[in-house]
T-cell receptor
Framework: GESVGLHLPTLSVQEGDNSIINCAYSNSASDYFIWYKQESGKGPQFIIDIRSNMDKRQGQRVTVLLNKTVKHLSLQIAATQPGDSAVYFCAEILNTGNQFYFGTGTSLTVIP | DTEVTQTPKHLVMGMTNKKSLKCEQHMGHRAMYWYKQKAKKPPELMFVYSYEKLSINESVPSRFSPECPNSSLLNLHLHALQPEDSALYLC????????????FGPGTRLTVT
């Protein structure tokens, strides 16, 4: 598959702190990126997306940043809560439109 | 209704059994997907159906046989599976294919004995 990888497999943060989850990709033809959250026993849940012609996109408590120069994607979660504990996957969609790859995932643990 | 449902939630089957996994969505999506997910790994795409036609088969062994009877239903027929096929099988749907935002079901936890 394509190279969509995460820098850290696990991340622990204190409740109330901000979390940053990183993702690197290698294909400059990537058109679109999605962050998913997967809680234990559940399927992945869409969090936020960003197109390759954007640098930043904000949602509720989440911000995705895209740096195409270094092929890096990050997900920032503000004021992290215990309910944010999950595995977070970045996913890359190539502009051929038929290729979709999940990254390896980062397990986020929020410490009360 | 923004939900993808999957049945059963759990399935244990022997290597000689035949079973089926079912997936349903009523969001009017015209693309549906099967993924396989092993523990602590990302989902791996198996099949894509677009407008009820098989669009992508990611070199999946023939012991997995997908079926899309209509735009709301997706089945995965299982036959002569191996223990290494034990995994979480996820179904997803999206408004269309190529793939953009996908809605995932909760998955079926399959154990092959």
């Amino acid at each position: 598959g394509e190279s969509v990888g995460l820098h850290l497999p696990t991340l622990s943060v204190q409740e109330g702190d901000n979390s940053i989850i990183n993702c690197a990709y290698s294909n400059s033809a990537s058109d679109y990126f999605i962050w998913y959250k997967q809680e234990s026993g559940k399927g992945p849940q869409f969090i936020i997306d960003i197109r390759s012609n954007m640098d930043k996109r904000q949602g509720q408590r989440v911000t995705v940043l895209l740096n195409k120069t270094v092929k890096h994607l990050s997900l920032q979660i503000a004021a992290t809560q215990p309910g944010d504990s999950a595995v977070y996957f970045c996913a890359e969609i190539l502009n051929t439109g038929n290729q979709f790859y999940f990254g390896t995932g980062t397990s986020l643990t929020v410490i009360p | 209704d923004t939900e993808v449902t999957q049945t059963p939630k759990h399935l244990v089957m022997g290597m000689t059994n035949k079973k089926s996994l079912k997936c349903e969505q009523h969001m009017g999506h015209r693309a549906m997907y099967w993924y396989k997910q092993k523990a602590k790994k990302p989902p791996e795409l198996m099949f894509v159906y677009s407008y009820e036609k098989l669009s992508i088969n990611e070199s999946v062994p023939s012991r997995f046989s997908p079926e899309c009877p209509n735009s709301s239903l997706l089945n995965l027929h299982l036959h002569a599976l191996q223990p290494e096929d034990s995994a979480l099988y996820l179904c997803a749907s999206s408004t269309r294919h190529p793939i953009y935002e996908q809605y995932f079901g909760p998955g079926t936890r399959l154990t092959v004995t």
